[in-house]
């Protein structure tokens, strides 16, 4: 499946007073990973919002191996775990600079019509980049 890998430098405020990654960020750098898939897929957040589609995340799943720290560079690897259909599934990696896997991670979005707020099918903008 299509897969992207994204790298941010870790920032102070981001973490705890001994320099380490407060947990809750993990997913704030998920969702990073999962807007920059989908501009490399070639489309946007906002393009979808404007028409007419909203993402809410309904499951995350986080596995903690080892902590980042102020100044990390992390690269978050997002893949795709099978073809959407009403919900699309990402699994993630990140690493720290020396490759050490520091967390894996799940989340599972649902396709919500904006105007109706009822579930419905992925785009077919999405789907046909897919069998690209």
Do not use: C
Not at 9 to 28: F, L, P, S, W
Not at 39 to 54: A, L
Not at 72 to 101: A, C, M
């Amino acid at each position: 499946m299509k897969k992207s890998k994204t790298n941010l430098r870790v920032r102070y405020g981001e973490t705890d007073q001994m320099g380490i990654v407060y947990y809750g960020n993990y997913a704030q750098y998920l969702e990073q990973g999962r807007t920059e898939w989908l501009r490399n897929m070639g489309f946007s957040y906002k393009f979808m919002e404007e028409n007419g589609i909203h993402l809410p995340v309904i499951n995350l799943n986080i596995d903690y191996k080892a902590p980042a720290y102020y100044d990390d560079v992390i690269t978050i690897t997002t893949s795709l775990t099978k073809i959407p259909t009403v919900r699309i599934e990402f699994y993630y990696e990140i690493h720290n600079q020396e490759g050490k896997l520091l967390i894996t991670a799940n989340t599972t979005l649902v396709f919500v019509n904006s105007a109706t707020n009822k579930p419905r099918k992925a785009p077919d903008y999405l789907l046909e980049k897919l069998v690209d």
